[in-house]
């Protein structure tokens, strides 16, 4: 298939796990990805994995300032987008009690403002039936403990799908959220945990699980590319779990 020929494409959050999954689904499929991230040295590797036709752009999401250069960069190379999405976030994981302000701050920086701002600097950029597609989480609709900042961070941003997506309408922009469940990723490896603390975190999931199994990037790739195609021009503020039926069953 080749869904996104002639289409230009930014994920941000796109050097590793879902979205270099999604990166890389969306340049099989003829799109010219733009991809961020904040480390150079990953960004370069993910790269040479998109071929000649990719850009890679260094950008801390939770930046309202790099949000906005982020706009001006791709403004100042003609870019204009028929797809964004928001994947870049922060998870830290840690008991009601033990949190601090700077755990708040680092993940609502980085999952609700950078998100916000980041949309509000590249609205200019959008071409006319462009779709936004933000990365939630089941977290959002279960009560796992020790996710209480990231799950509010989440129940966020899919809050803000809804709202804007009444508000963008009228410009011809569609907004939606797929909400993955456990995935394997590097993510994993990034909740502020113990090796022990993670690996029993991770065999409770699993057992919540009724697949039997974490999913993979490349089965949340494949929902984002749908929600982000005409194919899907009738789904509007809507939220696609995808969670091998965590929260469902």
């Known amino acids: 298939m080749n869904r996104f020929a002639n289409n230009s494409i930014l994920v941000t959050g796109g050097s590793s796990g879902i979205g270099l999954a999604a990166a890389k689904a969306f340049a099989a499929e003829g799109a010219r990805v733009v991809i961020t991230g904040r480390d150079a040295t990953a960004l370069s590797s993910a790269l040479s994995e998109l071929g000649p036709n990719a850009v890679a752009l260094r950008n801390d999401a939770g930046s309202v300032a790099q949000a906005r250069q982020l706009a001006s960069d791709l403004a100042a190379q003609s870019i204009k987008l028929d797809a964004v999405f928001i994947n870049a976030g922060s998870a830290r994981f840690a008991a009601f009690a033990d949190v601090d302000e700077a755990l708040w701050d680092q ?87 113990d090796k022990e603390t993670l690996e029993a975190t991770a065999a409770q999931i699993l057992a919540q699980v009724p ?26 503020g809507s939220e696609i779990i995808v969670d091998g039926g965590m929260s469902q069953l």
């Open 107 to 193: 993940s609502f920086d980085t999952n609700v403002k950078g998100a916000y701002f980041q949309l509000q600097a590249l609205l200019p950029l959008f071409n006319a039936g462009a779709s936004v597609v933000i990365n939630g989480s089941i977290n959002a609709h279960i009560g796992m403990p020790a996710s209480s900042v990231y799950a509010a961070s989440k129940a966020a941003l899919i809050s803000l799908a809804k709202t804007l997506s009444a508000e963008l309408l009228p410009r011809g922009v569609r907004v939606n959220v797929i909400s993955p469940g456990p995935v394997a990723t590097p993510l994993y490896g990034k909740l502020g945990m």
């Open 211 to 236: 697949l039997g199994r974490f999913g993979t990037p490349e089965e949340i790739a494949s929902t984002v590319l749908h929600l982000a195609s005409p194919e899907s021009a009738f789904i509007v």
